[in-house]
């Protein structure tokens, strides 16, 4: 995991650097094509959707990345599960890579590696029951599809974690700041 993070950090430090860009003259489609793989852009998303067994619990999401190449989006993710419900709540905050493809419809996915307190409605084996959830590590993928409007899209995406019995739905909104 730390190999990830560092190749993150490494990309995002390369990228917010800058590079002079060469000026030719080509075609107006190759330059949209050059300027996309040339340069970094921040990503805001937010999602709404379902976490759980059984009977899921509303769950909300945001992320914020920064799109490289046009393809991998290295980000930050805070996920939570019914957050009204005080100390039966549910949170993650977790470094997600993610890629996407090109073009207007999108295939994206993404592997999120962080912390998380974890409340369960029903009886996990490996877990002990407390009135206070413990944080433990987490690891949260997903798969979906998503839409470009613009600078912006709508999405649907689902997935789960190996830690917890649960699965996760979750469609969301997103904004290319610059």
Known sequence: MRFFLL????SLSSSAMGRPRAHHHHSHAHHQHSHANTHAHLELEVGAGAYGWGTPAPAFTTRVGVDLFDWFTP????????????HSSSWAVLAELRAHSRGRVQVNGGLSFGMANLAFAAPV???VATSVNPVHPYVLGDVGVRVR???GWIGFNIGGSPFAPAWMAMLNAGLVLF
């Open 75 to 86: 980000s930050i993710r805070l996920t939570t599960a019914s957050p009204w419900l005080g």
């Open 149 to 151: 409007l613009g600078h």
């Open 125 to 127: 084996p490996h877990v």
């Open 7 to 10: 190749i993150a950090v490494i």
